[in-house]
């Protein structure tokens, strides 16, 4: 059975339309599929509105104790309970999570080195045990996961969603055929940022390299590449990071995006 875990950008959550179009395209995916979320900007604007300052170091959020409880509201409750609500409304079983429900994932508080991040979790191999997701997925459900994990101990953690996102594929590609996406507001990784003609279609390790010392690949894609490098190592099928809007291609065996693999 194919398994497809998506990873949506907060540019589409803020975007009622553009998310209402990519979730209809997501219900409509054949086989299982895995929706993950975070929601920095409503999580900034809210933290504004109860005069909570919003700390970020090189785009990571620092979240202390007041930050914490906004973010559980927002991600685990605003933002994933009106994707679910969307969903069931398309007749797509949704079931909303965090890390913590079902012990589904367990992370680390990032220990403090020059930063203090805060309640922040890091994943390692052994933060999620896939059997368990599978039953749910076995049962008819499609989860939305927000960007919250916990210690195993009753301490939520902040996480960041493209981590979530590749460290699902990798445990569940043991189980599944497992195509990890990165769906946001860009066409895909781009030569030059201020041109949507200049997509970079397929990438290798190599040609990452290249891209990184030329310093087209820069900010916050790193991590999202990274990431989708180190899936693809241990196991996941594809990867591939490209516009929400064109979701709906895979539906027609089309390509969008670019699409990361080990070897052109």
């Known amino acids: 059975m194919n398994l497809h875990i998506i990873k949506i950008g907060g540019n589409v959550i803020d975007n009622s339309a553009n998310l209402h179009r990519f979730l209809k395209d997501f219900a409509a995916l054949d086989g299982f599929k895995?929706?993950?979320?975070?929601?920095?900007?409503?999580?900034?604007?809210?933290?504004?509105?109860?005069?909570?300052?919003?700390?970020?170091?090189?785009g990571r959020r620092i979240t202390d104790i007041e930050t914490l409880r906004v973010v559980t509201m927002v991600y685990a409750g605003l933002i994933n309970k009106n994707i679910v609500a969307s969903l069931q409304a398309i007749h797509c079983n949704a079931i909303g999570l965090t890390g913590a429900d079902g012990n589904f994932i367990r992370a680390k508080k990032r220990p403090v080195k020059t930063i203090d991040y805060g309640f922040v979790g890091d994943l390692d191999e052994n933060s999620i045990q896939p059997e368990n997701l599978s039953k749910l997925m076995e049962a008819g459900f499609v989860p939305v996961f927000s960007a919250l994990t916990h210690d195993g101990e009753g301490q939520l953690l902040n996480t960041n969603a493209d981590t979530i996102a590749s460290a699902l594929a990798v445990a569940l590609s043991?189980?599944?055929?497992?195509?990890?996406?990165?769906?946001?507001?860009?066409?895909g990784v781009l030569q030059d940022i201020d041109d949507e003609d200049s997509l970079i279609r397929e990438i290798d390790p190599?040609?990452?390299?290249?891209?990184k010392e030329q310093q087209i690949i820069a900010g916050g894609m790193l991590p999202?590449?990274?990431?989708?490098?180190?899936?693809?190592?241990?196991?996941?099928k594809a990867v591939i990071i490209g516009q929400a809007d064109e979701l709906g291609l895979l539906k027609q065996n089309?390509?969008?995006?670019t699409r990361l693999s080990t070897k052109i």
């Open 174 to 187: 043991k189980l599944y055929e497992t195509t990890l996406i990165y769906c946001f507001e860009k066409k």
């Open 206 to 211: 190599e040609r990452y390299l290249e891209l």
């Open 224 to 236: 999202k590449l990274d990431n989708a490098f180190t899936a693809i190592s241990c196991g996941v």
């Open 34 to 58: 895995i929706l993950v979320h975070g929601g920095g900007k409503v999580a900034t604007q809210l933290s504004t509105t109860l005069g909570i300052e919003s700390k970020l170091v090189d």
């Open 254 to 257: 089309q390509s969008f995006g």
